[in-house]
């Protein structure tokens, strides 16, 4: 019994190990979802993605409001930017009737898939008309969009009143 | 009094998507939800810098100032503390300048690394006039990870220069100056040095020495990693740094110096037969190695490097002595010579006599840059 708990935590280990080297960084995880204005679906709402680093793409709502963006990986290149501290830029706006909205302005900063999204895929909903941008903190990343979607923000970690209170080296 | 592990910590990470973020606006509104009223900026608050080699230099967000609107317990408001944060490197660009390892002088006329010190000076006239648009200040944090360690430690060294308090924080820094600079600067701060590092990140070995990590001596905070060979993740402030130190004083930190190395042990490993692999214990027995042979050359290490004698030939020049004068240091050098040899993967029969300097001159640059590639290629594993 001992033995085939060690074994098989050996082979997690292991396994992890493979994994770790077969992550590709995700510049933007794939995003499907519903564009509202006044609360009903915008068909030919025009979205234009901006990623860090890679040239804007573009896609239309359907008559549903409906959309959907491919996930982006970090291809390698020679002068291409070395993620050694993971943080991507990430901006979709919205352009309805020659207008502009900030529907996504992020920073991810996990380089796993579906990190927006804590692992689940990313599907939004997004209304135009908002007066102010919702304001979400994801696995370290920053995210004021004009959407909503299921996930948990991250947790506050206390720092106190900030100083080192312990009395070292004071 | 310093600030906290979890404070210093959080803002080296933050500080990565606050400059990522488009408007001051929304950087403010994302400060102000994690800190509460801690914090204000200062006016025009971001930091800019140029880096990378000649011909591409390439402008980015590098850091932040912010004024502190609270205290520690019990004193009063305002409380007359700033921080000054740097974020680290990110492109190749920055790589790039990090492999080169040409030095300059700093405000206190010692040697740092030129890479790190150009970044630093492109930024250094905003920050004069953003600190100095501080009211009431009395005392500034210097803070950052990886290359804004680096930036963080000459910050530190300018301030105290203008006889400011200062306070250093670095986590996962590269070593940013040559062992006069650390020694002084170590001096200088009065223990008011935190550095956190984690054997097996990359970053915390280069560039080898003379390049030298402050402190110098005393305390530092090395934190628990698995095994001997190098790995990205423990470079990384947000998955590795933070959450190790989060809820930690400094004084609950393990604070383990290593001892430094006997003559013995060092001379043990130079005669040994021991494959180089690129890891932690393999680049410090170097770095330790090359410290005992060229002080075997009666090397000293030059407090001001001028552009007719550069650091590389400064070593390559007190090595070639040491063949010609010495015949005791003569046994180490060959020795020497040949571990690096290895490293480089060339074989090739080592003579004394037939030791040039320039030969010597070009080994020792190969190996710095070596030493960079093979920390550059530890970080894309994984990553890429």
Known sequence: MFKKIIISFILLIFSYGVYAMSVKPCLFSGMTGVINYEGKPAANVRLLRKIEGKDVDETITDENGYFEFKVVFKKKAFFDFLPTEFAVQQIITAIRDDKEYPMWIGVKRHEEENAESRGKPLVVECELTLEEENYMRINDG????????????????????GFDESGEKS | MSLNPTLSSKLARDVYALSKLPSLRLAMADLKDRYGNQFSFAE????????????????????????MQSGPKGKEKPNGHAVIVFRGTESAADWLTNANVMTSSTASGLSVHDGFHQAFKSMQEKTSTLLGSLKNIHTIHCIGHSLGGALATLCADWLKEQNKTAYLYTFGSPRTGLHP????????????????????????VIPIWPYTHVPESGADYLLYSSGD????????????????????????????????????????????KVKMVFSYNSIMNLNDALMFVLKQSGYVIPKTITSSLSLLDSMAYALKKGLTLAATAAKWIVLLVKKLLEILGVVKDVKADLLSKDFLRELLSRLHQKVATEADKALRIGLA
């Open chain 2, 44 to 67: 025009s608050n971001m930091l800019t810098a140029k880096t990378g080699p000649i011909g591409i230099k390439i402008s980015t967000a590098f850091g932040f100032v912010l004024e």
């Open chain 1, 142 to 161: 920053i995210y004021f969009t004009l959407c909503t979607w299921d996930v948990e923000a991250d947790p506050k970690i206390d720092h106190g009143t």
């Open chain 2, 229 to 272: 060979f190098f790995n990205a993740k423990y470079h990384s402030m947000a998955k590795a740094y933070c959450p190790k130190v989060a809820g930690h004083s400094w004084s609950s930190l393990p604070t383990l110096r290593e001892a430094p190395k006997s003559d013995f042990t060092i001379m043990r490993w130079l005669k040994s």
């Open chain 2, 181 to 204: 600079f650390a020694k002084n600067l170590t001096t200088k701060m009065n223990g008011n040095i935190h550095r956190v590092y984690h054997r097996t990140d990359p970053v915390s």
